[in-house]
T-cell receptor, first 111, second 114 residues
Framework: GDSVTQMEGPVTLSEEAFLTINCTYT??????LFWYVQYPGEGLQLLLK?????DKGSNKGFEATYRKETTSFHLEKGSVQVSDSAVYFC??????????FGSGTKLNVKP | GAGVSQSPSNKVTEKGKDVELRCDPI?????LYWYRQSLGQGLEFLIY????????KSGLPSDRFSAERTGGSVSTLTIQRTQQEDSAVYLC????????????FGSGTRLTVV
């Protein structure tokens, strides 16, 4: 069945470090891909999305490129800030309009 | 409304009692999900409503859990005879029928069973 796998956390980085959170997926057809972020004590917010292969989603300095050949949608940011500390969820929407979420990756950014 | 509204935001209940959790999706959104998030864990799919289609109940953990969506809008998740392992944050999300714009999540209901 369809699924999303993302790297286990927590990921701990110093401020201004480069961030990569890996996400790979399994799906039939052509899913849309998403990253959601959950800040401490808050609900999930859509961070960015890509709806077809080679699309790049970007928001707040974060980027992810939809790679069909490697079935991946890795999240990257060139210079993280303390305020980026949160849990990040990768998700896919399959052709049957059903969402699948990864297990989440906690990011801790230290000053 | 402007966002997905869930109520109550917090609920403490005694083991064995029934609880009802409410979700008011964004007006016009035809698709609605319920998820459960236990402390420090990921999202556990519970149930999915899409328009007038029969709901996908495949994620409900037991027959103590049920959900309905009246008039294609407001949804209620009911947990009967609550157990301590039901303690979690229950999240509701809605979207337009295609879903490709992403889901909008409510802020959740934190359920504590004592």
């Amino acid at each position: 069945g369809d699924s999303v796998t993302q790297m286990e956390g927590p990921v701990t980085l110093s401020e201004e470090a480069f961030l990569t959170i890996n996400c790979t997926y399994t799906a039939t057809g052509y899913p849309s891909l998403f990253w959601y972020v959950q800040y401490p004590g808050e609900g999930l917010q859509l961070l960015l999305k890509a709806t077809k292969a080679d699309d790049k989603g970007s928001n707040k300095g974060f980027e992810a490129t939809y790679r069909k050949e490697t079935t991946s949608f890795h999240l990257e940011k060139g210079s993280v800030q303390v305020s980026d500390s949160a849990v990040y969820f990768c998700a896919l929407l399959n052709n049957f309009n059903k969402f699948y979420f990864g297990s989440g990756t906690k990011l801790n950014v230290k000053p | 409304g402007a966002g997905v509204s869930q109520s109550p935001s917090n609920k403490v209940t005694e083991k064995g009692k029934d609880v009802e959790l409410r979700c008011d999706p964004i007006s016009g959104h035809t698709a609605l999900y319920w998820y459960r998030q236990s402390l420090g864990q990921g999202l556990e799919f519970l149930i999915y409503f899409q328009g007038n289609s029969a709901p996908d109940k495949s994620g409900l953990p037991s027959d103590r859990f049920s959900a309905e969506r009246t008039g294609g809008s407001v949804s209620t998740l009911t947990i009967q005879r609550t157990q301590q392992e039901d303690s979690a944050v229950y999240l509701c999300a809605s979207t337009t029928s295609g879903g490709y714009l992403g889901y909008t999540f409510g802020s959740g209901t934190r359920l504590t069973v004592v």
